[in-house]
């Protein structure tokens, strides 16, 4: 299909990547001169140089004959007027607009309540909280993921010695989840990436990814040697919107909440908004300061600052201090693939959780949500299976999906399972599919009529 994205920074470069390679024909709009050629030169894609949010640039990418319009710029105004553009000018019939500001998303729906087109707002600053939310949940992990309207947990762990794990094939998850679907998504080890099969051995080291029922999340982290769930004394670098948004949600729990911003003016600003959150205007990377906010008792350490590699240095110092888990906001590509190196247990990435949720709005195939796993090498994604689709065309054994692939789970009437090699996918039934990013691209083609 036709689509347009706006916007030649990272966020755009990588989603026009991606729907180039699964077939679409993508036209990239980019303002700046020199960067529209530098993309032109590295895409596969066409380039347009221009302001998107104009009616004149956007007719020249093809806005009257275009499927969907991505307006992904830094500015949220100027993704506001390009989706108003697009839905009020061309009648494109489906438009998605980043927009970081709650106000924006809710004038934006206002203003495009009369149109005759689908409109979507997504907030990756608003998915970083959620994201940092759910991986306090979860003690020792990595990373979490939910699906299936929360039901069906992914989860990252490093394993250990003492894991029940350690040195197991992924075949055993039957053996310790034999009433509940269960089973290993993805494995990293070193620099291999794998989505396994049942004869796949679990190693010490490994950061394996588990498909589980929520109801056995305290079983998992039991048979993971996980310490028990923190107290949640929690830590957070920089009064961004992300910072004062998760602190003020961290409120409304059990969790003690310190907040240090070095600039004086935004700490005072911080302490004014906040509510039980001690605010603390001093460096974060001060040895000094982070001794007399005791950061050897700080149960999670989350740097969410607005400079990614302070956030790195942050999160090494303080784990190095005695701080129990670290997570960095980080969206720089090589800079994010670091968490199989360093001592920081989870990377929280904007970029990769704007994409995933922009993908859920791509015409087609029925996807109710993805994700990005292990720097963005594999991909998982919650489908709804339609009438006419490969994937419901027969047994799982006899359907020829791509290399690399899985389906992990399925939903029907409410229940979950894991399918096995003669089960069916009915239509109606949600799907649960994991592959390697290289094999994603051919997924369309199974989940469509």
């Known amino acids: 299909m036709e689509i347009i994205i706006v916007g030649g920074g990272l966020v755009g470069t990588t989603l026009a990547e991606k729907l180039s390679r699964d077939g679409h024909d993508v036209s990239l709009v980019e303002r700046d001169r020199r960067g529209a050629a530098e993309l032109s030169s590295a895409l596969d894609v066409r380039i347009v140089e221009g302001n998107g949010a104009t009616a004149a640039t956007l007719r020249r990418a093809g806005a009257s004959d275009a499927s969907l319009v991505v307006a992904t710029t830094d500015s949220d105004e100027v993704n506001f007027v390009t989706g108003r553009i697009a839905a009020s000018i061309f009648k494109v019939p489906r438009v998605v607009v980043r927009l970081r500001d709650p106000g924006h998303d809710e004038a934006f729906h206002e203003l495009s309540r009369g149109d005759a087109v689908e409109i979507f707002c997504v907030n990756p600053e608003a998915a970083a909280v959620e994201k940092v939310a759910s991986l306090l949940e979860v003690p020792s992990a990595l990373d979490v993921v939910s699906f299936m309207d929360g039901e069906l947990l992914v989860a990252g762990f490093r394993i250990t010695e003492s894991s029940e794990f350690a040195d197991r094939p992924v075949s055993d ?23 396994p099969h049942g004869g796949e051995e679990i190693r010490t080291g490994d950061i394996v990814y588990f498909a589980i029922e929520r109801s056995d999340l305290e079983g998992m982290l039991e048979l993971m040697g996980a310490p028990p769930k923190a107290h949640h004394r929690v830590m957070i670098a920089g009064a961004t919107r992300i910072g004062l948004a998760l602190a003020r949600q ?16 935004l700490a005072r600003r911080a302490a004014d908004s906040l509510g039980d959150t001690l605010v603390v205007s001093g460096p974060f990377t001060s040895e000094t300061l982070l001794h007399e906010e005791e950061i050897e008792r700080v149960d999670t350490f989350v740097a969410v600052t ?18 129990g888990r670290t997570f960095a906001l980080v969206d720089n590509p090589a800079l994010a693939n670091l968490i199989g190196e360093t001592a920081i247990d989870a990377i929280i990435s904007p970029r990769l959780l704007a994409i995933g949720l922009i993908l ?15 720097g963005d090498r594999v991909e998982v994604m919650e489908a709804e299976a339609v009438k006419g689709s490969p994937i419901a ?14 389906v992990g789970a399925l939903r029907r009437d409410g229940a979950l399972l894991v399918p096995r090699g003669t089960d069916r996918v009915e239509p109606g039934d949600r799907v649960l ?9 051919k997924l369309t083609e199974f989940l469509t009529d």
């Open 433 to 441: 599919i994991i592959a390697t990013t290289e094999s994603a691209t």
């Open 250 to 265: 961290l409120e409304e729990g059990e969790s003690r909440v310190t907040l240090i911003e070095p600039d004086a003016d």
């Open 393 to 406: 065309s027969g047994e799982l054994s006899e359907i020829s999906l791509p290399r690399g692939v899985l």
């Open 360 to 374: 859920q709005h791509i015409p087609g195939a029925r996807v109710h949500s993805m994700a990005a796993l292990l």
């Open 173 to 195: 998850m039957n053996l310790f989840f034999a009433e509940t679907p269960s089973l290993v998504a993805a494995i990293q080890r070193g620099d291999q990436t794998v989505v």
């Open 306 to 323: 607005e400079d990614h590699e302070d956030n790195l240095v942050a999160c090494l110092l303080t784990k190095r201090m005695g701080a």
